[in-house]
């Protein structure tokens, strides 16, 4: 008995010994609670510090892991410029980059190194705004810009032929060539780079300096309008606020964004598509007065509808707002809480405009921005820009910002400012996307071409499911042929074109839909 007394004792004190190295039950309990889920993103503009080297790469990690920042979204083409190698468009011409420095790959690589997320962030459709034209001579400005002629002039235009708008020259997303370029520069990224998503930017039509209610002065590329007119059997040049040409010009965004969408899935099924898009003006009452605002009646940026789509995982609309000035800070409200209805089942993230308010004041709009709204709620926060700290509003006759980054600017997020709450205490995880991580739901990709090998513009594509009862869905080709469709149930499905009235029909062509994964049909009229 004696001996057992020992080893009792022994056993006793052994385990008061571990009991003490072991964490308390609330420490356990802290441990093992679920980090906040929500995006919180900056934009990182190639004009200023923050990825032209490697140097300002580690700065800006650092400060987005100090500050809880999960998701950068780096500017990798600017105006028909690219800050990475090996790609089809000539190197970023700054004095503060080495073209020879890939800051794409930098970028993801120091990023993903701190469990921070990096999307690709691609400017669409402007490629110059000086006045002198860029020095290579193989620019997108120099090869298809105002000194081109005929089909190899890709700007868009005014009515007056006009080809300079107030943000530079664009090129016309309604000109099939232009369509081509950009979708290789999109998929270019996404297949050489583990980039955890593309973010377009400036995929929409130039604003104007009018404003009229409806429509806009823009689109009057040549090819584009004959395209129009073919397509609508009309022979008069539209007037800017024409409905069918309004319709004509936003189905030329929606198809560019819905080609790259689908066949980005198609290299990297897990790759996050997002844009950064328009909220300008007073916000939308309800859906269908979305119709009335200025992302649809003056750039024709339809971007609700890409969401409902699947064509967008995420939305970042634009939310820029002076926090002191009642007037857009009742805006901003009011198109937050549209937003958060609106966002179909995809995420959404508040873009908040941090270079216009006030330290406290961009720490309200993010508080205002993650709350709910009768249950609906953003999935995040994403601020314009790293480079741009906040501060007093710029001038009316000129910008108040630095010239040299400064690696604490982003420090009133994690500690609050002029006895304002701080937002970013402690880290969080990007919010799950179900619909990549376990889809349910497959893609098709498509091209229609004549009997002679030309690819068909606006044929009327049906894709029917086999079997009993199925719906037939229906889409309408590119100006390449391109055909897509989003949010299919796996399966089998015939796809044909349909017959027109000009007698052009083709065989129907059966393909297999699986979820997650892009079935491909290519079609042939006779």
Known sequence: MTEWRRVLRWLAVAGSACASLLPAPEAVAAAAAPARLEVRALWIDSAHPGIRSATEIR????????????????????????????????????????????????????GHAAGIEVHAWINAMPIWRGEAPPAGPQHVFNLHGPSASGTENWLTRARDDRQVFPVGYFVDPGHPAAQEHLVRIYLDVVRRYAVDGVHFDYIRYPETEDRPPRGADVGYNAVSLARFQRTTGRSD???????????????????????????ARAINPRVKVSAATIAWGRPPLDRRDFENTAPMQRIF????????????????????????????RGWFDGWIAWEKRHKAERQLVIGIGGYLSAPEGVLAQITRARARDSGRHADGVSLFSYFRPAG?????????????????????????????????????????????????????????????????????????????????????????????????????YRVRVEPAADGIVSSPVEIEVRAGAVGRAALQTR
């Not at 539209?238 to 964004?257: E, F, K």
């Open 237 to 263: 040049v539209p007037a800017s606020d024409d409905p069918a040409w309004t319709a004509w010009r936003r189905l030329q965004v929606t198809q560019l964004v819905r080609r790259i969408s689908v066949e």
């Open 392 to 492: 007093p509003p710029p001038t009316a006759d000129g910008e108040t910002l630095p010239t040299v980054a400064a690696p604490d600017r982003l420090d009133f997020l994690s500690r609050g400012a002029a006895r304002t709450t701080a937002v970013f205490t402690t880290p969080a995880a990007v919010p799950a996307t179900p619909w990549l991580d376990r889809p349910e739901r497959g893609f098709l990709a498509g091209t229609v071409t004549s009997s002679s090998g030309l690819r068909l513009d606006g044929a009327r594509i049906a894709v029917r499911r086999t079997g009993w009862f199925r719906r037939t869905l229906r889409t309408t080709s590119d100006g390449n042929g391109w055909f897509g469709l989003t949010g299919l149930k796996p399966g089998r």
């Open 59 to 110: 700065e800006l990690v650092d400060a987005a892991r100090r500050n809880h920042v999960n998701t950068l979204f780096v500017q990798v083409r600017r105006r028909g410029e690219a800050l990475y190698t090996g790609g089809i468009e000539p190197s970023f011409t700054d004095p503060a980059y080495d073209p020879s420095f890939d800051a794409l790959e930098a970028a993801v690589a120091a």
């Open 301 to 328: 940026q339809d971007w609700p509808a890409w969401l409902a789509e699947g064509l967008l995982d995420m939305a970042v609309p634009m939310n820029y707002a002076r926090e002191a000035d009642p007037v857009v």
